[in-house]
């Protein structure tokens, strides 16, 4: 397994991911048959799976030399498919809500301390908001964010927001994390967040959390659209379709009661 040619980070990215590859094949391995079968130096072995020891990727067999690869692993690739389940389950509701209300729907994920929009159908109107997947926005001004917020403590919330400057995109935008606090209140009360051109103006936004298993909000489900097409009767509608498409998207992923119903 050379690696000479190798930039020496490229090299060490190799070298873990050929102990892993290695681990995989069976339950545990010495250090002695790893260095052989992937023709590395027993101590350079010895110092990787240190590392990922410390990690947590793999487990030392009692007082043996022999090493096995933990949970984590998996966890971290159960997590991954649960989002590309989240996707493909939230497409089929999401769509029957284009179909019935013409506007644009998104569904948004927590990355640091923004949202990231996973998944979006586009509005059927001529006059559309412009978004696309992949784009992140601000958790303080975004009905998604607000959601993605109102599931967690106070402490957590001030520290995810500790170093986000809050700009003034409208002059309805919140401008600092104590007039936040109090709007995430109702989003937890209610059930839904909203943007009231906070983000934008002319445009309105309204999201409700999606749950998985554990009963935590792993994603935000919204509906977007232009003020001149928004009543505080389609507000009413329009909440209560996304509810309803959100705890069928929730009880897929294995939430057994959706709070909202």
Do not use: W
């Not at 590309?84 to 729907?105: C, G, H, N, Q």
């Not at 640091?112 to 509005?123: A, F, M, R, T």
């Not at 001529?126 to 992140?136: A, D, E």
């Amino acid at each position: 397994m050379s690696n000479d040619k190798q930039p020496e980070s490229v090299s060490s990215v190799l070298k873990t991911f050929g102990i892993l590859q290695a681990l995989s094949t069976q339950k545990d391995i010495g250090i002695s048959e790893l260095a052989q079968r992937l023709m590395m130096s027993k101590s350079t072995v010895y110092r990787f799976l240190q590392t990922m020891k410390t990690l947590g990727y793999v487990a030392q067999e009692g007082e043996s030399e022999n090493y096995s690869l933990t949970l984590k692993l998996f966890e971290l690739g159960s997590t991954a498919l649960e989002y590309v389940d989240l996707v493909d389950l939230a497409d089929i509701e999401m769509r029957k809500i284009s179909d019935l209300t013409m506007e644009a729907l998104h569904l948004g994920a927590l990355d640091g301390e923004s949202i990231i929009y996973i998944h979006k159908i586009d509005s059927k109107y001529n006059l559309r908001m412009q978004s696309r997947i992949g784009r992140r926005n601000p958790l303080y001004s975004t009905a998604i964010g607000k959601v993605l917020l109102a599931d967690r403590e106070e402490k957590e919330v001030r520290d995810i927001l500790a170093e986000v400057e809050f700009t003034k995109s409208t002059e309805r935008t919140h401008e600092n994390i104590d007039s936040l606090l109090d709007e995430l209140n109702n989003v937890r009360e209610h059930g839904y967040g909203e943007d009231n051109e906070e983000q934008e103006v002319g445009l309105r936004c309204i999201a409700v959390p999606v749950y998985d298993r554990f009963k935590r909000v792993i994603a935000g489900m919204s509906i977007s659209l232009p003020t001149i097409r928004f009543t505080e009767e389609k507000k009413t509608e329009y909440i209560n379709e996304l509810q309803l498409a959100a705890a069928k998207v929730s009880a897929k992923l294995g939430c057994e009661e959706y709070p909202y119903q």
